[in-house]
Every structure is written in structure tokens, then in C-alpha cells.
């Protein structure tokens, strides 16, 4: 299968016709168009403990590092995967919280536990507030996880529904930026792996509302089992 162009990377996903392509020059009068990311560190999380950490490793298992679409899909996920390939994951899942605190949870895992041969990468939703802080927290976790490993890494879309037009606009154009980098990334990297869950929901316009309750989150069990199927291939395909 072909990889999507610049362009088609960039427009993936898009709802609001005409929508345009900014530069990752470009700003918006407040900041990027998406507001600002609000407190998130008294959000739900799902965090696994010591006991069941050390099984994943024991087992090569995975590690998962999300947001609150994790939060709401990781059990069903565990389930799909430990089902298909007897995989078991050790979760760090935390809603609303943007990709640099993931990443510092990756590092403290990575120091305190060690790490196993596949990492999953689930955020980057909650970046669209400052999308150019992106870049660099993909090769921090790149560097961290070292090229030995593979890391899968969910791309991103948001526009979210409760917003007006200007604002979905912009929560458009830095899904589709965050994408963007994520894309270069796996240029330099090549044992990133992208699970491409923006132009899954792009190939028809219906998947919008049909798998996504409020643009963002997946509804359930439609959205929840298309995400959690892709994520299910990308890792039986290594």
C-alpha cells in the first residue's frame, strides 16, 4: 500500500468545506484557532500497578502511553489483542493530558521497570492547542525507546463537534499538522510504525459521526472496535 502524500496527510479527515493548509508558521489570533488546553492532571486515568507491569515484561507484552480515548478504549483493547495474539499490555492512560507528560511517563517507566521490544504511542489529540511542541516529543520518545524497538503511534484527529466552525476549522488543521510530523518522524525513524486512524475515518465522510461521538472520542462499540482493530493489525504486522 502506497503512503499518503503531504498533502493527503494534511487534508485527511477534513470536514468544513474549502478548509485551507497552514504552514506550521502560521498562527491563529489566539494562539492556534483550538483555545487552550485546559488542567488535566485531575482528569481519569488508568494507570497499571508494580504486579501487573512485571508480567508484561516477563511475557513481552506491550506498553501503552494514552489519553482519554484510551481511558475509554484500552479494556476493550487489551482484550482484542491478548484474543488475536496473545499480547498483554501494561497501561499508562490519562485523559486529557498532551504528549510531552506521556512521554515523560515512558522515560520513567523506561528507568524504573525497563522496557519491552513494542511500545504504543496513543496521544497526541490534546497537542492540536501547540501543535509545533510535537516534533520533538516524537524523537524524545524515539531516542528513549531506542532502535531496537518498535513503537506504534495512533495519529490524530479532532474536530470537535461542541465548537463553533472557526474553532473546528483550526482543530482540523493541527490534527492534520500534528499527522504531518508525526509522518516526518517515521522518515528518521524507521522502526516508528503509524497507525492511521485519521485517514481511516477520511475514506468516507459517514465515519465522522459514526465513529466519533463528539469529533474526537470513538463511539461505542463502532468507533471503539474500528480504532482498536487497527491498532490490533499494526501490531500483528510487526
Given at each position: 500500500m502506497?503512503?499518503?502524500?503531504?498533502?493527503?496527510?494534511f487534508?485527511a479527515?477534513?470536514?468544513?468545506?474549502?478548509?485551507?493548509?497552514?504552514?506550521?508558521?502560521t498562527?491563529?489570533?489566539?494562539?492556534?484557532?483550538?483555545?487552550?488546553?485546559?488542567?488535566?492532571?485531575?482528569?481519569?486515568?488508568?494507570i497499571s500497578t508494580t504486579?501487573q507491569?512485571?508480567?508484561?515484561?516477563?511475557?513481552?507484552?506491550?506498553y501503552?502511553?494514552g489519553?482519554?480515548?484510551?481511558?475509554?478504549?484500552?479494556?476493550s483493547l487489551a482484550?482484542?489483542?491478548?484474543s488475536?495474539?496473545?499480547?498483554?499490555?501494561a497501561?499508562?492512560?490519562?485523559?486529557?493530558?498532551p504528549?510531552a507528560?506521556?512521554?515523560?511517563?515512558?522515560?520513567?517507566w523506561?528507568?524504573a521497570?525497563?522496557?519491552?521490544?513494542?511500545?504504543?504511542?496513543?496521544?497526541?489529540s490534546n497537542?492540536?492547542?501547540?501543535?509545533?511542541v510535537?516534533?520533538?516529543?516524537?524523537?524524545?520518545?524515539?531516542?528513549?525507546?531506542?532502535?531496537?524497538?518498535t513503537?506504534?503511534?495512533?495519529?490524530?484527529?479532532?474536530?470537535?463537534?461542541?465548537?463553533?466552525a472557526?474553532?473546528?476549522?483550526?482543530?482540523?488543521?493541527n490534527?492534520?499538522w500534528?499527522?504531518?510530523q508525526?509522518?516526518?518522524?517515521q522518515k528518521?525513524?524507521?522502526?516508528?510504525?503509524?497507525?492511521r486512524?485519521?485517514?481511516?475515518?477520511?475514506?468516507?465522510?459517514?465515519r465522522?459521526?459514526?465513529?466519533?461521538?463528539?469529533?474526537?472520542?470513538?463511539?461505542?462499540?463502532l468507533?471503539?472496535?474500528?480504532?482498536?482493530?487497527l491498532i490490533?493489525?499494526?501490531?500483528?504486522a510487526?
Amino acid at each position: 500500500m502506497n503512503k499518503p502524500s503531504r498533502r493527503q496527510l494534511f487534508l485527511a479527515g477534513a470536514v468544513v468545506a474549502g478548509a485551507t493548509v497552514v504552514s506550521t508558521e502560521t498562527a491563529f489570533a489566539d494562539g492556534y484557532g483550538s483555545g487552550a488546553l485546559g488542567p488535566w492532571e485531575g482528569s481519569s486515568k488508568a494507570i497499571s500497578t508494580t504486579a501487573q507491569i512485571n508480567p508484561v515484561l516477563a511475557n513481552d507484552g506491550l506498553y501503552m502511553f494514552g489519553d482519554s480515548i484510551s481511558v475509554q478504549d484500552g479494556y476493550s483493547l487489551a482484550q482484542r489483542l491478548l484474543s488475536r495474539t496473545g499480547d498483554s499490555i501494561a497501561v499508562h492512560n490519562w485523559s486529557g493530558r498532551p504528549t510531552a507528560p506521556a512521554v515523560d511517563a515512558l522515560a520513567e517507566w523506561a528507568s524504573a521497570y525497563g522496557m519491552p521490544r513494542r511500545i504504543l504511542m496513543a496521544t497526541g489529540s490534546n497537542d492540536i492547542f501547540t501543535p509545533p511542541v510535537f516534533a520533538a516529543q516524537v524523537d524524545r520518545t524515539m531516542s528513549i525507546v531506542g532502535s531496537s524497538r518498535t513503537v506504534y503511534w495512533v495519529n490524530t484527529q479532532v474536530v470537535r463537534t461542541s465548537q463553533t466552525a472557526a474553532v473546528q476549522l483550526a482543530d482540523q488543521r493541527n490534527s492534520a499538522w500534528i499527522n504531518l510530523q508525526l509522518a516526518d518522524a517515521q522518515k528518521r525513524h524507521p522502526n516508528l510504525k503509524i497507525v492511521r486512524w485519521a485517514e481511516f475515518l477520511a475514506a468516507k465522510p459517514s465515519r465522522l459521526t459514526s465513529y466519533l461521538r463528539d469529533g474526537v472520542h470513538t463511539t461505542a462499540p463502532l468507533g471503539q472496535d474500528a480504532r482498536n482493530e487497527l491498532i490490533v493489525q499494526a501490531i500483528e504486522a510487526g
